[in-house]
């Protein structure tokens, strides 16, 4: 084990300057350096196509980097990927082997296969189960789930033994938001177990709740790193001027203080400094009696505005409006 | 080495269970495949010899492994990557090979009803005494192993997994029709023998022939090729699976 610069947290896996390219000259991963410490869940956010699980890929021993080096514990796992798989457990974002198995059979199986004895692997289970409210579907034939109840069986397969690091990529697709609160409790008992968690997804507003610190990746290249709050601070213009349009009705020219963040739909979120408050809010008020704009809300920058200022405008457009939800997860 | 029979002991069960659902199915269609072959190839020829009986008994065996060897373990293989399931199964703390021999395990109990259904349902119908050695259950574990190393080495190989899926209904196409199990070698033209001389599916087929009846074939030859290939496939298949992207 390892420690940071500043030696107060140990840092358990780091990832020096790594770069891959699945086709000559196009690198999915460009000179990526991070560093997760010891009892900190970590996200990783990113579109689709970002490069997040060629990096999960290439820490647990799937992928061979190009360049570039992977410790974990200090152990070089490029060169040793045995270690790697016995130190992470994973839950990927492919599908798993339940076929034939029920819920139990698959949690405990994996529970015994990371060297968890008969009796604990059980009452693990059991408790994985109870907790994600999962007992109607406990002894029944995992393969018949739907895709979301599948998701947390492969959730439980992956934290029945939990790893000294538990990598989750997009643990929460097609889980109901019941359970999703359930489970980021789990993820958050984990820490608890002594095992530091790498949060691999592109749901940023549950990110911005569940994570110590995380690195925004896109195009491959890590495109910011830190707090939520400290990726939030960055920057004059942090507040969040959000105007929802009456239907059918274009868009308004900005002001020049307020600067366009994304669009989705009838949904303008804008950003604009301190100073520039009373004069928006002025503006929006003038628009609202005129019936251009429904309704208007400021507030603090949160996460989702620094991710789609850092990543880009055409992704934002794509989000779905259940991406913006803000009863997801439990704070 | 405890950790290692600890793994394979427990995917074991997990590819015995994982095989569950379709348990039943392939099995009835291990058994159609063998009865099939000893009743069907019966109406190829006009007048059954004692030679022709033994010839098409004691091939079954073989044309049995090399359809599970060949063609279904590669087709689940070629499955699971479509699936991406293998990203999940090489993430485990299991050795691959490990991995590897838990489910040619499975399979091989799968082929075994089918393949002693067949000697026996072959035996009374053409009305002839087996003389089984101790060394049919080598001859026909090395089989059965040369088959599936063969199977996971085109499945793990190919570049998409459809191209696996296509290329084994060839192979078992060309073993059942242009392969010396069920016929004499003599009966093929002089250049598909000569090829014969090398591949292993002859000597397989030696290998159940001469450990199920007296027949005089050269044990030590049909053992030595079929080794050198079962070796050669699992040489291959190490270094599939091992391979990273």
Same mark, same amino acid.
């Given at each position: 084990? +390892? ?6 947290? =140990? ?11 699945? &086709?000559?000259?196009?690198?999915? $991963? ?9 009892? *900190? ?29 992977? %410790? ?30 029920? %819920?139990?059979?698959?949690? *405990? ?7 968890? /004895?008969?009796?604990?692997?059980? *009452? ?13 579907? !406990? ?29 989750? /990529? *997009? ?5 109901? #938001? ?40 896109? $195009? ?26 009456? #239907? ?12 366009s963040t994304f669009v &989705?739909?009838?949904?303008?979120? $804008?950003?604009?400094?301190? +100073? ?6 002025? @503006? ?7 019936s251009i704009v429904e ?5 603090? %920058?949160?996460?989702? /505005? ?20 803000? /009863?997801?997860?439990a704070s | 080495m405890t ?10 069960? @997990? ?33 059954? %010899? ?31 990557? &479509? ?50 050695? #101790? ?70 087929? =030696? ?21 050198? @290939? ?8 190490? !270094? ?6």
């Open positions: 084990m +390892r420690t940071t610069e500043s030696g107060i947290q =140990d840092v358990v896996l780091e990832i020096d300057e790594l770069c891959k390219a699945y &086709t000559k000259g196009i690198l999915v $991963n460009d000179n990526i350096s991070l560093s997760l410490r010891q009892g *900190e869940i970590f996200g990783l956010l990113g579109p689709n196509g970002a490069g997040k699980t060629t990096l999960v890929n290439q820490i647990i021993g799937l992928v061979k980097p190009d360049s570039g080096r992977i %410790t974990l514990d200090g152990v070089d796992v490029i060169t040793k990927p045995g270690y790697a798989r016995q130190a992470c457990s994973l839950q990927a974002q492919t599908q798993v082997p339940i076929a034939g198995l029920t %819920t139990r059979q698959a949690i *405990e199986l994996v529970g015994r296969v990371r060297g968890g /004895d008969t009796r604990s692997v059980r *009452e693990r289970a059991l408790q994985l189960i109870n907790q994600l409210e999962m007992e109607e579907w !406990a002894n029944k034939a995992a393969e018949s789930f739907s895709g979301g109840m599948r998701r947390l069986v492969a959730f439980c397969m992956a934290v029945v033994v939990p790893g000294r690091i538990v990598i989750l /990529d *997009e643990p929460t697709n097609d889980v109901d #938001p019941l359970r999703r609160r359930l489970l980021w409790q789990q993820v958050r008992a984990l820490i608890g177990m002594g095992s530091t968690v790498l949060l691999v997804t592109h749901n940023v507003l549950e990110a911005e709740r569940a994570v110590d610190r995380l690195a925004i990746i896109n $195009n491959g290249r890590v495109v910011g790193v830190g707090t939520p709050g400290s990726l939030k601070e960055n920057g004059d213009e942090n507040i969040r001027f959000e105007l929802v349009l009456e #239907p059918r009705v274009d868009a308004p020219a900005l002001p020049e203080f307020i600067q &989705t739909g009838r949904r303008l979120v $804008n950003r604009l400094a301190e +100073r520039d408050i009373a004069p928006a809010v002025q @503006w929006a008020r003038n628009l609202k009696e005129r309704e208007f809300s400021i507030g603090p %920058t949160t996460l989702e /505005d620094v991710y789609v200022k850092v990543v880009g405008r055409a992704d934002a457009q794509e989000m779905p409006e259940n991406e913006v939800s803000h /009863d997801t997860i | 950790q290692s029979l600890r793994s394979y002991g427990l995917m074991l069960k @997990w590819q015995a269970l994982s095989k569950k659902p379709i348990l039943a199915l392939t099995l009835v269609v291990q058994v159609m495949i063998a009865t099939g072959f000893i009743f069907g190839l019966g109406f190829f020829y006009h007048e059954i %010899t004692p030679e022709t009986a033994r010839f098409i008994t004691t091939g079954a065996p073989t044309i049995i492994l090399m359809t599970v060897g060949l063609v279904l373990v590669p087709q689940m293989v070629a499955m699971a990557r &479509t699936e991406g399931t293998f990203d999940y199964i090489w993430s485990l703390p299991v050795p691959r090979l490990v991995y590897i021999a838990a489910d040619a395990t499975i399979w091989v109990l799968i082929a075994l009803p089918g393949l002693v259904l067949a000697l026996v349902i072959g035996a009374i119908h053409y009305n002839f005494g087996l003389e089984i050695s #101790p060394l049919v259950v080598p001859a026909v574990l090395l089989i059965s192993a040369a088959g599936m190393f063969l199977g996971y080495s085109i499945a793990h190989g190919a570049p998409k997994p459809e191209m696996a899926n296509l290329a084994t209904q060839i192979i078992v196409f060309a073993i059942m029709l242009f392969s010396p199990v069920m016929y004499p070698i003599e009966q093929l033209p002089d250049w598909m023998a000569a090829i014969h001389r090398v591949l292993p599916v002859k000597y397989m087929a =030696d290998l159940t022939r001469v450990t199920l009846t007296d027949m005089d074939v050269n044990l030590g030859l049909a053992f030595g090729v079929v080794g050198a @290939w079962c070796l050669a496939g699992f040489i291959i298949t190490y !270094a599939l699976v091992r391979r990273r992207r």
